[in-house]
């Protein structure tokens, strides 16, 4: 399995501003990816940071809007740019490990994010 | 159709009886399967993986029907702590395409 820390766990922020969520993985992993959960919503991929190269982001997700840094195989951080309260939202990092005989996927604990 | 489908519920049982959730999947070329447990404002964990085999771990036990494309997860003997979201996880070709059912919230009442 995979240990992931994520902070901040929990921010208010304003509307217009800006935020960064920070990853940290116990062991290095080739792919990080960073989901969005919204209040009753199950989960959605925004994109797969990989190191030495730019994310990869899902259909409706721009980098302008969520840039992600890989600057090793151990951290991301995603940011979450001119905050609007639709942004409100749960944000995960997760590590796909081979464990339990196929890929699992371990999360942080998620940044909860509350837009004003 | 979406490629992940679970019956959202609520399910609402007593303590001690047996429930079952179902999920289908629509790309036949699907790797791995999993569920997840949810609680409430909390990350989903791993509750067990999937094998075509069936699985059983205490009181879950979890099924894979390829030729039908659907999983299921068995509750039985129902605790007040399994209250929780349970995620029906697929992943597709190549292993990294992870697609989460929409989840089926359960509430096990005294």
């Known amino acids: 399995s995979a240990v992931i820390s994520q902070k901040p766990s929990r921010d208010i922020c304003q509307r217009g501003t800006s935020l960064t969520i920070q990853c940290q993985v116990d062991?290095?992993?080739?792919?990080m990816f960073w989901y969005r959960q919204q209040p009753g919503q199950s989960l959605t991929l925004i994109a797969t940071?990989?190191?030495?190269?730019?994310?990869?982001?899902e259909s409706g997700f721009v980098i302008d809007k969520f840039p992600i840094s890989r600057p090793n195989l151990t951290f991301s951080t995603l940011t979450v740019s001119n905050m609007s309260p639709e942004d409100s939202s749960i944000y995960l990092c997760?590590?796909?490990?081979?464990?339990?005989?196929?890929?699992?996927?371990?999360f942080g604990e998620g940044s909860w994010l509350t837009v004003v | 159709r979406k490629e992940v489908e679970q019956d959202p519920g609520p399910f609402n049982v007593p303590e001690g009886a047996t429930v079952a959730f179902n999920c289908t999947y629509s790309?036949?070329?699907?790797?791995?399967f999993f569920w997840y447990r949810q609680d409430c404002r909390k990350e989903p964990k791993l509750l067990m993986s999937?094998?075509?085999s069936g699985n059983e771990d205490g009181r879950f036990t979890a099924q894979l029907n390829r030729a039908s494309q659907y999983i299921s997860l068995l509750i039985r003997d129902s605790k007040l702590s399994d209250s929780a979201t349970y995620l029906c996880?697929?992943?597709?070709?190549?292993?990294?395409?992870?697609?989460f059912g929409a989840g089926t919230r359960l509430f096990v009442k005294a």
């Open positions: 999937v094998y075509s």
């Open positions: 997760s590590v796909m490990s081979g464990a339990s005989g196929g890929n699992t996927i371990y």
């Open positions: 996880v697929v992943v597709n070709t190549g292993g990294f395409k992870t697609i």
């Open positions: 062991s290095q992993v080739t792919m």
């Open positions: 790309n036949s070329a699907s790797q791995s």
């Open positions: 940071a990989n190191q030495g190269s730019e994310a990869t982001y």
